[in-house]
């Protein structure tokens, strides 16, 4: 058995087990942090079949973001996963359809690249065997592709803007804090001596 | 090594002169938007006129450049085309900007985002007017959608406002699934995104019916855009739910953009198909004639009537397309043109229409006694909408003289009966606004008329008017070329 083969059961091994134990654990916090073993996991088979940006953009993103949104989240709401989990059952059937597709799916998409390996060779944007997979991201998208990426950088900031027209609202009369204003009073503006006659008030 | 396919034609500023009318749209956005947001006061008015000089500066820099071509490793295209109708598009943005200039407060727009989105939307027309590939199709698509459906709801307190952009967003989203799912089943068949080798690649192979698949979802997607019958659902209630001057807007520009990409996607990819998408743009044609002209004679709502109207136009300007010949297209580009001109000059109308204690009129009965109290903008009106039905020496009837000669030259006599009678009914409908402005009795006072709804009105009405012994020739001889890059 080769060392490689040998990682990639262990870490298949895992992923599978801690993605079980995603859907079977009674602590929802519990579930996500299985979720982080699953998502490391996955990004060691990909670090093993040679796409090591994917990895690490998989870690970046997906545990340094995203799972820990997850985990925010069930922290704050008060979710009760118990009742959650007590139809499982019944769904269990349609549960094993969907997987059953999506497995053929695969099998579909994989088999292809058995059957007629040749179709790697006829893309767009051959894969080329010489440079790293970061470097040629890079190539495709800030030289091949600049426009596109641009563009896309454009959709993204009329989204951002459109968010904050939609939502943001300026309530006249809230107090805020204004730290220049605070330091820049002097003790003339802050204080007013008052002689207050013995017997009243102010 | 850097291989061929990996490095970028682009290697110095000044071989970026294509693309330096989109450069210039989207840097000015940028640095309009810093500036605006740094500047305590909100200013929206000024950021809406640095806005207006910005579209004709880009207006200018597309028309005096003399640089054409394939750009960004194909992905971009700037031809003859794409300049007149970039042209008509950024025309389009200005003025309608410029009618909005006065009304932002009460519609409640007067925000320095409103002018920002038209930018970013206008600068997402231009690259899909330009685009050579179906990527950069879809990317400027969504820009300017996303763009028109924040603007569309920006009145967020109204609720016809909100719903108007929350109806448009999701069959937007619809529109552009099947658009997607469309150029994903073209690519898959033909193995390339790029329009022009689309033909190519289709010309090398039998006619596969999962690539007329893909078409069919293609144009099915662009159609959504341009609204067109049967994807028209969404134009009546966003028309009327959205604040007029977004209305304007939404009318004239991104119509026009999307009947750019209609044109081109038809004539340059699926050009050895055309038996294939002619009988498409025919149904079309005739669905959105024939609904239009009967569904607007029972609306009271202008706006609503507006937007069936524009339905229509959209089916007389698919008559020319569905010929598939130089001259169709032709007819097209004239017809856009002429439309963009009508709509902008309708809603400068409208848009001037209120009562002296500043309530909007939107209803048809409510025009009674303008040509009384308002003889200037009733004219006007009255011009425009015998330009809309058609009757000549008005500018509409060249328009649709152009498409109808189109048609009939390629033996399409059914559509282009079928064309005349349906705008025969839809002159009812014209018809009865005329007759309410001039033959009914006043029923509220009118508001004075700001000077730049003056300008915009007088200038439109001039031109539609004496369009042919005026603009008609110049604007006939650039459809011309226009088209003529396509073929």
């Given at each position: ?16 087990a801690?993605?079980?134990m995603?859907?079977a ?45 997850f ?27 969907v997987?059953?597709?999506m ?31 970061t ?13 596109l ?39 003339a ?14 | ?15 970026l002169?294509?693309?330096?009318p ?9 640095v ?13 008015g000024?950021i809406?006129?640095a ?6 500066a ?26 007149y ?14 009618i ?7 519609h409640?727009i ?9 930018l970013l ?16 199709l ?6 300017q ?30 529109s ?13 068949f ?59 807007f ?15 996607v ?16 025919i149904f ?8 239009a002209?009967?569904?607007a004679?029972?609306?009271n709502?202008?706006k609503?009537?507006l ?71 009733a ?8 330009s ?51 033959f ?11 000077a ?10 001039f ?14 001889a ?10």
């Amino acid at each position: 058995m080769t060392l490689p083969l040998f990682f990639f059961y262990i870490f298949s091994a895992i992923a599978v087990a801690s993605a079980l134990m995603v859907i079977a654990s009674r602590n929802p916090v519990h579930s996500v942090l299985f979720l982080i073993l699953t998502f490391v996991n996955a990004a060691g088979l990909f670090m093993l079949a040679g796409a090591e940006f994917l990895a690490l953009i998989l870690i970046v993103v997906y545990v340094g973001a995203v799972a820990v949104l997850f985990l925010f989240v069930t922290m704050m709401l008060d979710v009760d996963f118990a009742s959650l989990k007590q139809g499982m059952l019944q769904y269990a059937p349609i549960g094993v359809v969907v997987g059953a597709i999506m497995l053929i799916e695969l099998l579909l998409v994989g088999g292809s690249y058995v059957l007629a390996p040749e179709v790697a060779s006829q893309a767009v944007v051959p894969i080329d065997a010489g440079i790293d997979n970061t470097r040629a991201l890079g190539q495709l998208l800030y030289t091949r592709y600049v426009f596109l990426f641009q563009g896309a950088g454009a959709v993204l900031l009329v989204a951002m803007i459109g968010a904050i027209v939609l939502t943001l609202r300026h309530k006249s009369g809230v107090k805020r804090q204004d730290i220049f204003k605070q330091s820049n009073r002097t003790r003339a503006q802050a204080t007013e001596l008052v002689k207050v006659k013995s017997g009243q008030g102010l | 090594m850097q291989s061929a396919i990996t490095s970028s034609d682009v290697s110095s500023f000044a071989s970026l002169a294509p693309a330096y009318p989109e450069l210039l749209l989207a840097a000015g956005a940028l640095v309009l938007l810093l500036v605006a947001l740094f500047w305590k006061n909100n200013r929206a008015g000024v950021i809406a006129s640095a806005a207006i000089v910005l579209l004709v500066a880009a207006l200018a820099v597309l028309l005096f450049q003399p640089a054409g071509g394939i750009l960004f490793n194909g992905v971009f295209i700037v031809d003859g085309f794409a300049r007149y109708m970039k042209a008509l598009v950024l025309g389009g943005a200005a003025l309608s900007v410029l009618i909005s200039l006065n009304s932002g407060r009460e519609h409640g727009i007067d925000k320095f985002e409103y002018a920002i989105l038209i930018l970013l939307a206008t600068l997402g027309m231009m690259i899909m007017v330009s685009s050579n590939d179906l990527m950069t199709l879809y990317i400027g698509l969504e820009l300017q959608s996303l763009a028109l459906y924040v603007v569309a709801a920006m009145k967020r307190d109204d609720r016809r406002a909100t719903e108007a952009g929350l109806k448009y967003f999701v069959l937007g989203a619809l529109s552009s699934g099947m658009l997607l799912y469309g150029a994903s089943l073209v690519y898959g068949f033909t193995g390339t995104t790029q329009l022009d080798r689309i033909v190519a690649a289709i010309a090398l192979d039998t006619r596969s019916i999962g690539l007329v698949f893909g078409m069919v979802f293609l144009l099915a997607g662009i159609a959504f855009k341009i609204s067109a019958v049967p994807f028209h659902m969404w134009t009546p209630d966003v028309y009327e739910g959205a604040p007029t001057p977004v209305t304007a807007f939404l009318a004239a520009a991104p119509k026009v953009a999307a009947m750019a990409l209609f044109i081109r996607v038809t004539t340059v990819s699926f050009g050895s198909l055309t038996h294939d998408w002619q009988q498409i743009v025919i149904f079309l044609s005739i669905a959105s004639m024939v609904l239009a002209a009967f569904a607007a004679i029972g609306q009271n709502n202008l706006k609503r009537l507006l937007a069936y109207s524009s339905i229509g136009h959209v089916g007389f300007a698919l008559v020319g397309l569905s010929s598939g010949t130089q001259v169709g297209v032709e007819g097209v580009a004239i017809y856009m043109a002429i439309y963009v001109a009508m709509t902008v000059g309708i809603f400068a109308c409208v848009l001037s229409l209120r009562t002296a204690d500043g309530t909007l009129i939107e209803s048809v009965s409510e025009l009674g006694g303008l040509a009384q109290k308002r003889p200037f903008v009733a004219a006007t009106m009255a011009i425009l909408m015998f330009s809309l039905i058609g009757l000549p020496p008005l500018a509409g009837f060249f328009a649709k003289w152009q498409v109808f000669l189109a048609a009939i030259e390629q033996n399409l006599f059914l559509l282009a009966v079928i064309g005349v009678l349906a705008s025969a009914v839809s002159a009812f409908y014209y018809l009865r606004i005329v007759k309410v402005m001039y033959f009914d009795e006043p029923t509220a006072e009118f508001a004075r008329v700001p000077a730049e709804l003056n300008v915009v009105m007088a200038g439109i009405g001039f031109l539609v008017v004496t369009y042919f012994v005026t603009v008609g020739s110049p604007l006939t001889a650039a459809a011309h070329s226009a088209a003529g890059s396509l073929f």
